[in-house]
């Protein structure tokens, strides 16, 4: 009788405490073997640590029997931008099972963000394998980011997740009619407190330190570097006013060093002590080792697990800008970004009411709808009804003029006006009014 091997997939330290909580909490069957199947990500991987070797994995090793490098599989292309052709799938199964000792063994996959390389390409090697998916992150809540091949879709059993949105059920893979699973949080807790546990000595901070989450949007072509560095400079500067004295900046593992020296001269100029994290550890080390007073951030999903497990006071900046950036519309980063904005509080204090908790799952069932109109077709009637009710000054921050007008729903530009656009006589009249107003200005 074959062996069963389960193949565990991570690129990040989060998800593989995700992985080890679920394990923990028998999420998974009994299997003869269990394998950490690690990606790393990141643009260079040859200078940037992969998740086995970030500070505390040794406490998530016993949860596997091995670990394997993708990475050092596929060498060298970069894992991001490589799969095999479809004609050499068969081919590259044999290496890899060959590779890892797989033998004739009866496969099951647990992968994170499956709709692209290097997950989809792991999916798309072991023909047939009953395939689980995790989430790490907000993405999980807006539906899948691309339209995934069913031969893949219709192989996923669950959808695992953390349950940082309380209420809200996540819209990714609902097309598929995956049922969604929680990981219980105190598994998730505990298997990060031996984490932490296992960490090197981070430095004492005092009980009113505020706590700022970098997140390297530039990288992500959403700001620019200037812009990016400028909202560190901002967030800084609230916590300040809020009466923060004692300043900790978590960079991004993969940002620029000029961050860091842009809020050490703002810190020089503010009176205020600063402390940079070199280490890279998860800023929930931080929430279970020395528990900030605050956490500020613009759309990180480490700002719902220091408020939604950790209890601890939070503050979002820059989301509303940044919301008007994102393209294309379907961006999956959208969703993390609407859910930050319409549940937390301004940090700069502009005065937002949170969006009613009763409203949320409309909210979000309407947004992923206008992201992903074909995929999911049904939830129109839905869509229509949130915008009837709730689109004003709160909640059109959350939707595309054009794109409710090309969709035909409420908030778009009324239909006996739609003609305007695409009337040479109106495009006329606007470019000399524009050229009017700047001979004015001049």
Not at 110 to 123: C, G, K
Not at 157 to 172: A, E, N, S
């Amino acid at each position: 009788m074959s062996r069963t091997t389960q193949i565990f997939c991570a690129s990040t330290l989060y998800g593989a405490v995700t992985l080890a909580a679920a394990i923990e909490s028998g999420c998974f069957a009994e299997a003869d073997r269990r394998l950490l199947l690690v990606f790393n990500n990141s643009a260079t991987p040859e200078n940037t640590p992969s998740v086995d070797e970030m500070p505390g994995f040794a406490s998530l090793h016993d949860h596997f029997d091995a670990v394997l490098s993708w990475n050092e599989a596929i060498r060298p292309f970069h894992p991001g931008a490589w799969s095999p052709r479809p004609d050499d799938i068969p081919l590259f199964e044999r290496y890899v099972r060959l590779l890892w000792g797989l033998g004739d063994d009866l496969v099951e996959l647990v992968l994170e963000s499956i709709q692209v390389t290097p997950a989809l390409t792991v999916a798309q090697l072991f023909t047939g394998a009953p395939i689980h998916v995790y989430a790490d992150g907000l993405m999980s809540y807006g539906p899948t980011r691309n339209k995934l091949d069913p031969l893949v879709g219709t192989r996923v059993r669950r959808l695992l997740h953390l349950d940082l949105v309380p209420g809200l059920t996540p819209m990714l893979l609902t097309e598929f009619d995956v049922p969604a699973h929680v990981v219980p949080t105190p598994a998730f807790r505990k298997v990060l407190s031996g984490l932490t546990d296992a960490v090197p000595d981070l430095p004492a901070l005092p009980g009113d330190a505020a706590l700022l989450l970098g997140q390297y949007l530039s990288a992500l072509n959403i700001l620019s570097a200037a812009e990016e560095e400028d909202l560190h400079v901002r967030m800084m500067r609230g916590a300040v006013s809020r009466g923060h004295r004692t300043i900790v900046f978590k960079p991004h593992p993969t940002a620029p060093a000029r961050f860091s020296r842009a809020l050490e001269t703002e810190a020089e100029k503010l009176g205020v002590d600063l402390t940079v994290l070199d280490t890279p550890v998860l800023a929930e080390v931080l929430f279970e080792k020395a528990p900030p007073a605050l956490v500020v951030g613009c759309f990180s999903t480490a700002l719902f697990t220091a408020s939604a497990f950790y209890g601890l006071p939070v503050a979002r900046i820059g989301t509303e800008p940044l919301l008007d950036r994102l393209t294309p519309y379907q961006n999956s980063n959208r969703i993390p970004a609407v859910l930050v904005d319409a549940l937390l509080p301004d940090l700069e204090g502009k005065g937002d009411d949170a969006v009613p908790v009763h409203t949320l799952n409309g909210l979000v069932t309407a947004v992923g709808f206008i992201m992903q109109p074909q995929m999911h077709a049904g939830l129109r009637p839905a869509a229509e009804r949130y915008l009837s009710q709730h689109f004003g000054p709160r909640t059109q921050r959350y939707f595309k003029r054009k794109r409710l007008t090309s969709l035909g729903l409420p908030g778009g530009i009324p239909e006996r006006l739609s003609f305007l656009p695409r009337n040479a006589t109106a495009r006329r009249v606007v470019r000399r009014a524009r050229a009017l107003r700047k001979a004015v200005r001049l």
